[in-house]
Nanobody, 123 residues
Framework: EQLVESGGGLVQAGGSLRLSCAAS????????MGWFRQAPGKEREFVAV????????YYADSVKGRFTISRDNAKNTMYLQMNNLKPEDTAVYSC?????????????????WGQGTQVTVSS
């Protein structure tokens, strides 16, 4: 499974961005999908996850109420809508996938990763 992120960029605090994660495999609809981020000098951290059918989601407390994860299995694509962005959201955002009917917020659980897309929020 190949994953490619897009949609990152530079935005002012309070602004919005929508990230996309496009998968190339035929089994996208059977994968749990997650978003993680890594800021300079910090460890990678969990952002959000969605189950294989898109009926269940889970968010880090730091983004709850501001970010929304979703997926379109017909398009083999997952999204992260990010609203009310803050400077502390600045990081490289990566998507991850694992074939499973459940999900995890632990990055070591995932089998496939994208290269990441940079999100920079200016104050």
């Amino acid at each position: 499974e190949q994953l490619v992120e897009s949609g990152g960029g530079l935005v002012q605090a309070g602004g919005s961005l929508r990230l996309s994660c496009a998968a190339s495999g035929r089994t996208f609809s059977s994968y749990a999908m997650g978003w993680f981020r890594q800021a300079p000098g910090k460890e990678r951290e969990f952002v959000a996850v969605i189950n294989w059918v898109g009926t269940s989601t889970y968010y880090a407390d730091s983004v709850k109420g501001r970010f929304t994860i979703s997926r379109d299995n017909a398009k083999n694509t997952m999204y992260l809508q990010m609203n009310n962005l803050k400077p502390e959201d600045t990081a490289v955002y990566s998507c991850a996938a694992k074939g499973a009917t459940y999900y995890s917020d632990y990055d070591g659980w995932y089998d496939y990763w994208g290269q990441g897309t940079q999100v920079t929020v200016s104050s």
